[in-house]
């Protein structure tokens, strides 16, 4: 399972690509019309390519979402923070974005690209032995689940028990070097190094077969090879052999989800440079067993460089930026983040508006009126459907209510959520609730006039920069 602080970051990236036109967008970002060009089919494009790249910007960095002459970008503030988080999904395959173009035959100005972007199937534990191969000390025999790091090894039979690319070797791990039979004929005995002497596929300096859940190079890791100053063979980001297998839930009706259609590229400087969005965007996205996320980015817009590089075209100095809703961050659940006081029953929304987040981001405080009620409110810094900025707020936060749940002394305590969504227009929303206390409707599920009440959110930029692969693939493959 992937540990929660990469899943969160993770989403919250990915679900910025997928398309969707719900109508809860609001007035700040005017969905732009699909340009003329090629039409978006899935696999059929060309320039494949995956996010190698991935940190949230600075405050700096920020794209100016409300119009008002500065970047806007509130995540900044626990930038460091998740640095290196994400370039542990990155590096553990976790985070698997590829990308691919349509009508784009060259690196050239253009005035109508298209693209989609897909979430990678993730690296599969093909024997359930709880280890992966691919993955820096990951499994050595995807096929078998006795074998892995950790493994007690077993004496004499052949085999790298323990993944540590010796195989029969003593308990303290010195090198078998008394046994001289070539048991699978590939010319190599357990004492010349052979890590399985029961496979012919398999032995020291053998070339590693991307795939094959098999260890064929005998260095402790199936369908892995690290080289000087490159990517590892066999990841997703290895440009010569990376074939990425895509999540079925890329896909709506056989489509893409996730596609910019609007893009255009022009000449800046002698630089050329991409530039696609804003709109509205929303995906569902499976995060870990039994819990789906239906994340939805707002303004999503995305400025990048066009570089070829190698006869490639690829993306860098790139960036990302729009806006969480707030009604998108209810819905994140089921996550335990501690220094975010994130529990697995409580939301996003609840961490950033009645807990630790919001003092991290230091989010507006709501207007005097507000906070005399309720004590403590916040606001997010983006007003998306310019009628105000709504307040989130936390009615138990204030001790001398008598409606929130007492402690075993019979005293209030606070459970930290958000049960009061106030619009911008003054409209006040609680949670519903049913006779035995149970929440039915979250407040921020409200709507008016068929749309989304509670749009409003926080802002983030992400930087990024991709790399080529040889070609994208779908889940069946």
Known sequence: ???????????????????????????????????????????????????????????????????DGKPDNKLAAIGSAAKSAIADALSAYALVLPIEFFDLPAAAADTCVKFAVYLGAAVKDADADGNLPMIAVGDCNDHDPAIKAGQPEVAGNGKDDDCDGLADEDDQDAPNTTDTMDRDGDGQTVAQGDCDDTNAAVKHGAVEICGDGLD?????????????????????????????????????????????????????????????????????????????????????????????????????????????????????RGLKVDLLGLLPENSLLDATFANLLGSLLALPRANADISQKYSGCRTPDIDVDQDGLEAYCDSCADPTVDH??????????????????????????????????????????????????????????????????????????
Not at 46 to 62: A, F, H, W
Not at 404 to 416: A, E, F, R, T
Not at 433 to 462: H, N, P
């Open 404 to 477: 929130c749940p007492l402690d075993d002394m019979g005293n209030p305590k606070d459970p930290k959520i958000v049960d009061t969504c106030i619009d911008g227009d003054g409209t006040e929303v609680k949670d519903v609730v049913d006779d035995a206390g149970v929440v039915i409707m979250q407040c921020s599920e409200a709507v008016k006039d068929g749309k989304s009440r509670f749009v409003d959110g926080i802002s983030v930029e992400l930087n990024f920069e991709t790399t080529a692969v040889k070609k994208l693939i779908s889940p069946a493959n």
């Open 216 to 332: 064929n190079d005998c260095d402790g890791v199936a369908d892995r090879t690290v080289r000087a100053g490159m990517q590892p063979v066999c990841s997703p980001f290895d440009r010569g052999v990376a074939e990425i297998s895509l999540d079925p839930t890329s896909f709506v009706s056989g489509e893409p989800a996730v596609a910019f259609r609007d893009g255009v590229i022009t000449e800046q400087d002698g630089t050329l440079r991409l530039e696609a969005g804003p709109s509205v965007f929303s995906v569902n996205i499976p995060v870990t067993d039994g819990v789906t996320l239906d994340l939805k980015i707002t303004g999503a817009t995305i400025k990048a460089d066009v570089v070829d590089e190698g006869g490639a075209i690829v993306l860098k100095n790139g960036r990302l930026g729009g806006v969480i809703d707030s009604k998108t961050a209810d819905t994140i």
């Open 1 to 67: 399972m992937r540990k929660p602080t990469v899943v969160l970051l993770g989403i919250l990236f990915a679900g910025t690509w997928a398309c969707g036109d719900d109508g809860g967008g609001g007035d700040l970002f005017p969905t732009k019309p699909e340009c003329t060009g090629d039409s978006i089919a899935a696999l059929a494009g060309t320039q494949p390519q995956v996010i190698s790249k991935l940190e949230i910007g600075t405050s700096d960095d920020g794209f100016d979402l409300d119009h």
